[in-house]
């Protein structure tokens, strides 16, 4: 979940049905909106033999409990869902790849998608990952007027994605693109980046003198998906892996389709607080050094997500 906030934000693209998956131990679901710490916490303190690569340079705090733990918004397939009671997606199997690198175990607690940022910087989460895409806005800290919100979070970038319409399936509408929905009703979640990119699709509608875009933003993917499966939006708007795996596996490929091509594609990153910069960089590390291997491949092929790949990590790379 695509870059203002975050019950799965902007190009608020955020590229949703994600096989259970267990990431170096088990990935526990909290339920949404419940952000308590899963259960699943190591605490021995004994790190002596730990023979990962990049053990050593991580912060001590997370070489003695041998635990990172992540917030997300588990209703992103096919990056991060709920799966009998699971956590799984290509976040989840990634975070398992980097795990392997650093020795530790990433122990995933969903929470609303627009609380995660908050979450991360009060320290209940040690990171974020949940398809957020890497813009300045995020780094700074502020929402879409500009405003200081925070302080905003460090991102480091593991993959690439972009803005993508759907629609029911046999598009009724025929809707061909985003520049067609001007006048039209669109659904998308809330806080994400790619409802950034629906206003500013409305925007572009009104200044060519056209009707701007009925915006109907709901708390959470689902509840958007549904009421575009009602007809109550002729489209929905989504993050382009999310919007394809939609419309492969929703009722086995018969209620949804995607329409045109992605656009303003940029990065999705892993957050990290700004003051915990030794683990921002060695998972940086770690991102380059699961590409080097092929296990992020595997992973993003394992989920379709392929189109997402990056050759090399990097920090703050979102514009």
């Given at each position: 979940m695509t870059a203002s906030t975050l019950c799965r934000t902007t190009a608020k693209s955020r590229i949703a049905a994600v096989c259970a998956v267990a990431v170096a131990g088990t990935l526990l679901l909290t339920a949404c909106g419940d952000q308590t710490d899963s259960d699943s916490t190591k605490t021995d303190d004994d790190t002596s033999g730990n023979s990962a690569p990049l053990f050593d340079k991580l912060p001590e705090k997370y070489r003695k409990s041998g635990v990172i733990k992540v917030g997300t918004n588990a209703e992103y397939a096919p990056m991060e869902s709920s799966e009998n009671g699971e956590i799984v997606g290509v976040d989840p199997d990634?975070?398992?790849?980097?795990?392997?690198?650093?020795?530790?175990?990433?122990?995933?607690?969903?929470?609303?998608?627009?609380?995660?940022?908050?979450?991360?910087n009060t320290g209940r989460h040690d990171i974020a990952m949940s398809s957020?895409?890497?813009?300045?806005?995020?780094?700074?800290g502020l929402d879409?007027?500009?405003?200081?919100?925070?302080?905003?979070?460090?991102?480091?970038?593991y993959f690439l994605a972009g803005t993508a319409v759907y629609t029911k399936k046999g598009n009724p509408e025929?809707?061909?693109?985003?520049?067609?929905?001007?006048?039209?009703?669109?659904?998308?979640?809330?806080?994400?980046?790619?409802?950034?990119?629906?206003?500013?699709?409305?925007?572009a509608c009104t200044e060519a003198g056209k009707k701007a875009v009925k915006i109907?933003?709901?708390?959470?993917?689902?509840?958007?998906?549904?009421?575009?499966?009602?007809?109550?939006?002729?489209?929905g708007v989504n993050d382009y892996p999310v919007a394809l795996d939609l419309a492969r596996?929703?009722?086995?490929?018969?209620?949804?389709?995607?329409?045109?091509?992605?656009?303003?594609?940029?990065?999705?990153?892993?957050?990290?607080?700004?003051?915990?910069?030794?683990l921002r960089d060695v998972l940086k590390e770690a991102v380059d050094a699961i590409i080097a291997d092929g296990s992020y491949k595997k992973v993003l092929d394992k989920w379709g997500a392929g189109t997402g790949a990056i050759d090399k990590a990097a920090i703050n790379g979102g514009k």
């Open positions: 990634l975070a398992q790849a980097l795990g392997k690198q650093l020795g530790v175990t990433f122990t995933f607690t969903s929470g609303s998608f627009d609380g995660l940022i908050t979450a991360l957020i895409t890497d813009t300045v806005q995020r780094q700074q879409d007027s500009g405003k200081k919100l925070g302080k905003g979070v460090d991102f480091v970038d025929g809707i061909k693109s985003i520049e067609d929905l001007c006048g039209k009703a669109a659904a998308v979640q809330r806080g994400t980046t790619y409802e950034k990119a629906l206003n500013k699709q409305s925007k109907q933003s709901f708390e959470n993917d689902t509840e958007a998906q549904t009421r575009v499966k009602a007809g109550g939006a002729v489209a596996k929703a009722n086995n490929g018969k209620d949804f389709e995607v329409v045109g091509e992605q656009v303003d594609a940029g990065p999705f990153g892993i957050a990290v607080n700004k003051d915990n910069t030794e």
